[in-house]
């Protein structure tokens, strides 16, 4: 349980939270801190999961911990927070790893083969050097270029050994503060690198065979069909028998390739034939298998027209063809990996994205959603930020919180900036109210949650949540499409049923108003009220503010009302 | 008739597309073969008879004898409306147009002969329409139609460059030698001028004429509903072109002298040729549309075409031309006929197989466009195509436009101005190779155009970091030219391999090296590279002036000239002097620079002293050396890519977060992530967390301007206080997102107690 914790992004958390925060905190803390869990205990009793929280939280900030240390030694500096380096004085961290490069490498190198799994990757590796060195040598001895490029597939092959052994590489490591997304990118950028290579070597084939038009040399078949099989042979037992993470991925995701339309399009006209062959044939057919075939198939081919009837133009027509099935298995993969890099919004979650958006713009007091950015950090964690332009009398903490619980769904590492317009303008309301009362009431919304000096005590007794200590509100179950329920017990307590029709326009402002109350007359109940509206309005707020949004223009309009409802209230 | 239409589909639960059954239609498949038969037999004997007649005589001859049989059935001018004087003229054009089309299929058919006539030229509508819309449409129907168009142009390959025809090779040796008139002799030069090999341009011409007459059929449906009747409108217009060609066929006749000696022998084959080509086949094609519908007469029409063909190409003796022969010139060239070669075969099996393909109707119907779901769940589409909704672009007009685009800004001109010259050494090059035979300078050729690739790669990432943003592309386009900056690194790293490979392959076993054409070839190149690189590190200190300054620049910078050139906004502190996609262009052209040099200096030693081991040294060291230059290139797009804190910004940005934590109200940070997005963006995010008595709108201002100040202009901070971390704990449904809330606000708890006792 507490490692899976950590496998995700709140290790990450849990890991600043234990490492960073705590040294500088060291300083002005009190004595009193550790003890924190056993209160919270107290305060938590009628929340069971919290308790349980608790527990773990504290392995959870234990472990990484300790793997921080650990860290410590690889990267003496880059994993130290920033104002740890600065205060150190000059050593820049990027120069001091870079001048040791090669014993960085061994020592990462190390790490991964400390792992059991990644010896069979490097035992194929090996395996794969041998393999291409002997393709290399047949391939200058027959002349040909269709094993050439037959042999490409093979160093390819090579790369995604070494993508695989980097993607382990990967889990192994911790974000960085240099790198402080993670180390999934290097996954991302290792695909597309094998990638964008082995296009390059196809292109690099098809100049050659252009070339080779003019004149074509002649083709020794002595070992044509050998190298063929040999290659082959490997190819498919390194597919087969090596689980590479990253490619089987992006294999999937990406589109299709035309050579996998083709034979899915073939093979679904031959199920129309001969039915037993469906379960086999008709489902998605890996890229890489799929290439490694026809490439042999191609090969076969030239081999047999070349002894039958000496046609040597073959092995370049085959050439080109095996280059062109190159460029089509791989272009589609290394278009999704670079629209990776590119920190492009992927298309399959746009319609997921744009749902969430929306449900955010309606929130209440959301004006404007902009400037949203979301990208894949690695393969498949979201990453994303956007701005949230609120109203200024809106509570930015609070549609935070709803922002970022909807959001958090779907984009995993996500920020929100909420802002805004002229918030350095006091609210109409001052010209009414007198600035004193200001100060408190502007930002009522978040003074109202945690009432300030006043409330002190009781907050000391339950520090965290302001939730539990009012027994009326049961910790809500926030059900948005049922306000019903969580109307009733925060509009009786607070607004009396004098004015029913004004219902959406009492919550909506109470925030608001009642804290302006509050400033004035009983500052102790403010706790009670605060957080009753904190955690019961919050809820039927979608409702509640919306109504409250049509009607606020009457409110402000005949600007006198404030004063007034709060003389009604008592 | 009433069997199609009583079959009851819906009831079938087999929608769309009926096929009947094959029982039904035997007669008309039986009459589709025959004609078709009878066609062929036609073709190979207007072969024969082409070898006499003029074409234009011949092409007039049949266009009369259609029109006056056509005239006779069909009687245009007493029955139906009249004609207006409009239509006339539209008929003339009509005439005019079908006259060349069937000149230039005549001509086609002297150059190659009947059966790759027959191949190339006799395909249906259906086919041709669909083979262009998988060309150059982008729906074009499936994966099953491109390879159709595939097996097409595979089989057009094989019969331009497989089928080695005798006749057509000496044909190809005395090209000018016997041109009977105006007409042939401008066909013959404009195939020449062409570039195409003489025997070779029959096939090209056909293949155009197929093109014209598919587009001309087309657009003559409208014309014929105007009339009133396809039948109609074709013995108009055979009249009317009969008519166009009798002033030129009197001239000819007048001016020339006639190789037929008695036109009465002929009489029979021309009979035989206009009833089977042009009345039977045109009255059983226009039958067999209407009962097999289009794409099925077409697909049987084609087969039996091309097999009645080859069947006729095996065994037919040229009885004709035996006979004509002896009559006129006997003993003369007495094997010169083309002959069935494995490439027609192969081409035969491959036009047959595509023509089946492209003929079959697609079986997924029109691709529509999902429009939503109707109330009981099933998909609704779009039909109407994409058709109608593309305003396609003229070609012109979007070159223009590009080409505009192109020009606008600095970077992409540059590289544009130096694509044509490269382009333009590397066609001279390859001009003057074919010229004089020299194997040498093509392969050179080919390699200068393997590096415009490069160029072009770069030019399209310069122009596309210009497009705005869009809803994929949030930030807009700039990180292309990062990502083309390093897909250049590593095509010069595979350059640099191969090099290397290739040089130590050489040392291993020096060639002798034919140093003539080499030294003014790399002359050449030095020259036109070393234009570039003028260029290219102009436009670096140009970049390095305009958008940023100071930093380091890798080695082949001209930093100081850069400096000079000061355009007044020249401080965004830090940045690199040029983006990753100049420095790759740059780095490219740079690594041909050294080629050539290498090349020279290779080349005098060798002249010199016969130091054959000079090359593979020279290449060696060559190799190295982009090998070494592309490593800082590389690894800077590498740490852009990986969204690494820029290092340029790191001590700013370190310095900035400390600032902010001193801000008033500020208790801590976390999540601090800033990265370079491309050239002019510095991103970054930040969570604060901040008293609860402190004003958010205040804090994300000063942090702004903190941050701005390091370098990151494009920020996002969110604010927290103690409330957020409550509103989350109550509503996070998330186990982990509880466990790291509490940890954050055990945080921020501690600090706030810390001040309250102080």
């Known amino acids: 349980m507490a490692m899976d914790g950590m496998s995700t992004s709140p290790a990450g958390l849990s890991f600043h939270n234990g490492s960073d925060f705590y040294p500088r905190k060291l300083g002005p803390k009190p004595d009193v801190v550790p003890s924190g869990v056993t209160e919270r205990k107290v305060g938590a009793v009628d929340k069971p999961d919290m308790v349980a929280v608790d527990v773990i939280n504290f392995q959870d900030s234990d472990t990484p911990l300790h793997r921080k240390k650990q860290e410590t030694d690889t990267y003496v ?211 890489f298998v799929l290439i490694n075939l026809a490439g042999a198939f191609a090969l076969g081919i030239t081999y047999m027209l070349i002894e039958i009837n000496n046609y040597n133009a073959v092995d370049t027509a085959s050439a080109v063809a095996i280059a062109l099935m190159t460029f089509g298995t791989m272009y589609p993969m290394s278009v999704y990996s670079g629209k990776v890099l590119l920190q492009t919004t992927p298309s399959h979650v746009i319609g997921q994205l744009d749902k969430l958006l929306r449900e955010v713009s309606t929130l209440d007091g959301v004006l404007e959603v902009r400037n949203e950015h979301f990208w894949t950090v690695g393969f498949g964690s979201l990453a994303g930020s956007v701005h949230v332009r609120i109203r200024r009398d809106a509570n930015e903490q609070m549609v935070l919180a709803h922002v970022t619980n909807r959001l958090h769904t779907l984009v995993s590492t996500l920020t929100v900036q909420i802002f805004k317009d002229d918030w350095t303008r006091p609210s109409l309301v001052s010209g009414v109210l007198p600035a004193a009362t200001l100060s408190a009431s502007d930002y009522g919304g978040a003074s109202g949650f945690l009432p300030p000096a006043s409330s002190k005590q009781a907050e000391e007794l339950d520090p965290l949540t302001s939730t539990p200590t009012k027994p009326s509100s049961p910790p809500p179950e926030f059900a948005f499409n049922t306000p019903g329920k969580n109307i009733q017990p925060v509009v009786l307590p607070s607004t009396h049923q004098h004015r029913p029709y004004n219902l959406g326009l009492a919550y909506g402002a109470s925030p608001y108003t009642s804290m302006l109350n509050q400033g004035f007359t009983q500052p102790g109940g403010g706790l009670g009220v605060g957080a009753g509206l904190g955690m019961g309005a919050r809820l039927p707020s979608v409702q509640g503010y919306r109504t409250s949004f049509s009607a606020a223009p009457h409110r402000y309009g005949s600007n006198l009302l404030p004063s007034q409802t709060s003389q009604y209230r008592p | 008739m009433d069997d199609k239409y009583s079959s009851n589909v819906i009831s079938g639960g087999k929608l769309g597309r009926v096929e009947v059954p094959n029982a039904r239609l035997t007669r008309y498949i039986v009459l589709l073969l025959l004609t078709k038969m009878l066609k062929a037999l036609g073709i190979f004997e207007s072969y024969d008879l082409l070898k006499v007649v003029h074409i234009v005589q011949f092409v007039f001859i049949l266009k009369l004898g259609c029109a006056v049989i056509l005239l006779f059935f069909q009687k245009p001018f007493s029955t139906g409306k009249m004609v207006a004087k409009r239509q006339w003229i539209k008929i003339l054009k009509h005439a005019v147009i079908s006259s060349i089309i069937s000149l230039l299929g005549f001509f086609g058919l002297t150059l190659c002969g009947p059966l790759r006539t027959l191949l190339l030229f006799e395909h249906s509508d259906v086919v041709v329409i669909s083979l262009l819309s998988v060309l150059f449409t982008s729906s074009g129907g499936g994966p099953s139609k491109t390879r159709g168009a595939a097996f097409f142009i595979i089989a057009v390959i094989c019969l331009l460059l497989f089928d080695n025809d005798d006749l057509m090779a000496k044909m190809a040796e005395h090209p000018e030698g016997h041109h009977d008139s105006a007409l042939t002799h401008a066909l013959y030069t404009g195939i020449a001028f062409l570039g195409v090999a003489d025997h070779k341009g029959g096939v090209v011409l056909l293949v155009l004429a197929l093109c014209l007459k598919v587009a001309f059929s087309t657009h003559s449906r409208k014309l014929s509903v105007e009339i009133g009747g396809a039948k109609r409108l074709y013995a108009l217009s055979s009249l009317v072109s009969a008519m166009v060609l009798l002033p030129w066929v009197t001239v000819l006749s007048a001016t020339t002298e006639s190789k037929v000696e008695s036109w009465s022998g002929l009489i029979m084959p021309f009979v035989m040729i206009i009833f089977s080509v042009m009345i039977l086949d045109f009255y059983v094609e226009s039958i067999c549309t209407a009962k097999l519908e289009a794409p099925r007469s077409a697909r049987y029409g084609s087969i039996f075409l091309f097999l009645s063909g080859l069947l006729l190409a095996n065994f037919w003796t040229h009885p004709l031309t035996d006979q004509l022969r002896a009559m006129s010139k006997p003993g003369q060239q007495a094997s010169t006929e083309h002959v069935l070669s494995g490439g027609v075969l192969v081409s035969a099996c491959f036009f047959i197989l595509s023509d089946s393909i492209l003929s079959s109707p697609s079986k997924k119907g029109q691709k529509g466009t999902l429009v939503g779901y109707s109330p009981e769940g099933i998909p609704l589409y779009n039909l109407m195509g994409d058709a109608l909704q593309h305003s396609s672009q003229s070609l012109p007009r979007f070159i223009k436009d590009s080409l505009k685009q192109i020009l606008e800004e600095y970077d992409s001109r540059q590289i544009f101005y130096f694509l044509c010259l490269n382009l333009a050494f590397t066609f001279v090059e390859l001009f003057y190779g074919v010229w004089t035979n020299s194997l040498g300078l093509i392969s050179d050729g080919f390699h200068m155009l393997f590096d415009c690739s490069a160029l072009v790669l770069g030019l399209f990432a310069a122009l596309m970091t210009r497009w705005k943003a869009t809803r994929i592309y949030s930030y807009g386009y700039g990180r292309v030219e990062i990502l083309s900056g390093f897909i250049n690194g590593l095509f010069l790293m595979v350059i640099a391999f191969f090099v290397f490979v290739e040089s130590i392959s050489r040392l291993i076993d020096p060639p002798n090296i034919n140093t003539v054409m080499l030294a003014p070839v790399s002359v050449g190149g030095l020259i036109v590279n070393l234009v570039g690189i003028c260029a290219f590190s102009h436009a670096h200190s140009h970049g390095a002036s305009k958008g940023s300054c100071s930093g380091h620049e890798h080695g082949h910078s001209h930093g100081g000239h850069g400096h000079s050139h000061g355009h007044g906004h020249s401080h965004s502190p830090g940045g690199r002097g040029m983006n990753a996609n100049m420095r790759g262009v740059f780095l490219h052209v740079l690594a041909d620079t050294l080629g050539s040099v290498g090349v020279i200096i290779s080349t005098v030693l060798i002249s010199q002293f016969g130091w054959l081991i000079a090359d593979p040294i020279c290449s060696l060291f060559i190799a190295t050396l982009i090998f070494l230059s592309v490593i800082p290139l590389l690894k800077d797009a590498c740490e852009v890519l990986l969204l690494r804190i820029p290092p340029e910004h790191e001590k700013d940005l370190n310095f900035a977060l400390e600032k902010v934590q001193k801000i008033e109200g500020v208790l801590s940070y976390r999540d601090p992530h800033f990265w370079r997005h491309s050239a002019n963006v510095v991103a970054g995010t930040v969570h604060l967390q901040i008293m609860s008595d402190v004003v958010e709108q205040r804090v994300i201002q000063q942090v702004t301007a903190v941050l701005k100040d390091a370098g990151v202009n494009n920020l996002t901070v969110q604010v927290e206080k103690e409330a957020y971390f409550q509103h989350m704990s109550g509503l996070s449904t998330g186990f982990h997102e509880v466990l790291a809330m509490t940890q954050q606000m055990e945080s921020m708890k501690y600090y706030k107690d810390g001040t309250c006792i102080m």
């Open chain 1, 77 to 287: 500096l880059w994993s130290g927070p920033p104002w740890t380096l600065t205060e150190q004085g000059t050593i820049h961290p990027f120069r001091k790893t870079h001048k040791s490069f090669l014993g960085k490498f061994v020592q990462e190198f190390n790490l991964v083969a400390s792992d059991r799994r990644s010896w069979k990757i490097l035992l194929f590796g090996v395996m794969n050097v041998i393999c291409t060195a002997c393709l290399l040598m047949w391939c200058n001895s027959t002349n040909s270029m269709a094993l050439t490029a037959y042999t490409y597939l093979t160093i390819f092959d090579l790369f995604s050994l070494i993508t695989c052994l980097m993607s382990s590489w990967v889990t192994m490591k911790k974000p960085s503060q240099l790198f402080s997304f993670g180390f999934e990118r290097f996954e991302v950028l290792a695909v597309f690198a094998s990638t964008v290579l082995v296009q390059l070597g196809a292109l690099f084939i098809l100049k050659e065979s252009v070339e080779r038009f003019v004149e074509q040399p002649e083709v020794h078949t002595g070992r044509l069909l050998v190298g063929t099989f040999v290659a082959l042979f490997f190819n498919l037992l390194t597919l087969l028998s090596v689980k590479n993470k990253p490619f089987v991925y992006v294999s999937e995701a990406a589109s299709t390739s035309w050579l996998q339309e083709h034979v899915a399009d073939l093979s679904r006209s031959l199920c129309g034939i001969v039915p037993a062959l469906s379960s086999f044939l008709l489902p998605r057919m890996n890229p």
